[in-house]
């Protein structure tokens, strides 16, 4: 399974967490769950916790979903 990777997060006055993936914004997180998530951050692999905080997983269905009918365009 690959590894996650291209996510960043920017800490904000206020307590205000933004996190992006690829420079796109994925989720922003207030108060609490800030604080929580920059604790869990400095603690750990800081991709893969961005992955799991944001739902950004790799499930390995990707492919099947894309090849549906009902995802066709």
């Known amino acids: 399974m690959p590894r996650p990777h291209g996510f ?3 800490q904000h006055a206020g307590g ?3 996190i992006t993936h690829h420079g796109r914004p994925a989720t922003t ?3 609490t ?3 929580q ?3 869990e951050v400095e ?4 991709q893969l916790v961005m992955a799991r905080w944001t739902g950004n997983y790799k499930r390995g ?4 979903a894309r090849d549906h009918p009902r995802n066709r365009r």
């Open 16 to 18: 205000t967490v933004r």
């Open 61 to 64: 269905n990707e492919r099947t």
């Open 43 to 46: 603690a750990s692999d800081p």
């Open 8 to 10: 960043t997060y920017e």
């Open 29 to 31: 997180l207030n108060g």
């Open 37 to 39: 998530f920059i604790a």
């Open 33 to 35: 769950r800030a604080e």
